[in-house]
């Protein structure tokens, strides 16, 4: 396995050209070239909708879509393409896991744990879940190395 290079990965995103630093890919993840390329193309080339369409190219679109996902899927170690879900972004997807899977297994009274340091985009789903099930988010505090405190849990 090569070494990280610091110089050759920054080089993969243009907009870190002018040397600064990004610290919010929680809100909006910077693009490596890679998949601004690819999405140029797709955009230039590409015509019709995925699983929508059944004229030949959006069939395509449709094969290398479904291969992208088994390819993501062999990545993860997962058992199949089926397991993965594509979402706009994490955002998102913390939205449905807490609307969809979390929200219906709590009760009032239960307590969602999260870290004072969480980004808004991870805090305000399960404030919004806990405002509709009575359930309750309770910040857990920050150790003096600025991480979670874990052992705090055990004094609860």
Do not use: C
Request: overall charge neutral; aromatic content about 8%; hydrophobic content about 45%.
């Amino acid at each position: 396995m090569n070494a990280f290079n610091p110089a050759h990965f920054r080089a993969q995103f243009p907009a870190l050209a002018d040397a600064g630093v990004y610290l919010d890919s929680a809100a909006t993840a910077l693009k490596p070239l890679a998949v601004i390329d690819a999405s140029d193309q797709f955009y230039r080339l590409s015509a019709g909708n995925v699983h929508r369409s059944q004229f030949a190219a959006a069939q395509r679109l449709t094969e290398r879509y479904e291969a992208a996902r088994d390819r993501v899927a062999a990545w993860l170690n997962a058992p199949s393409g089926k397991d993965i879900v594509w979402t706009r972004g994490t955002t998102e997807a913390i939205n449905m896991v807490a609307q969809s899977y979390v929200r219906p297994r709590l009760q009032p009274g239960d307590e969602i744990i999260v870290s004072e340091a969480e980004h808004h985009a991870n805090l305000v789903p399960w404030l919004m879940v806990a405002g509709q099930t009575g359930a309750r988010v309770v910040k857990l505090p920050l150790g003096a190395d600025r991480l979670p405190d874990i052992a705090s849990l055990s004094a609860r």
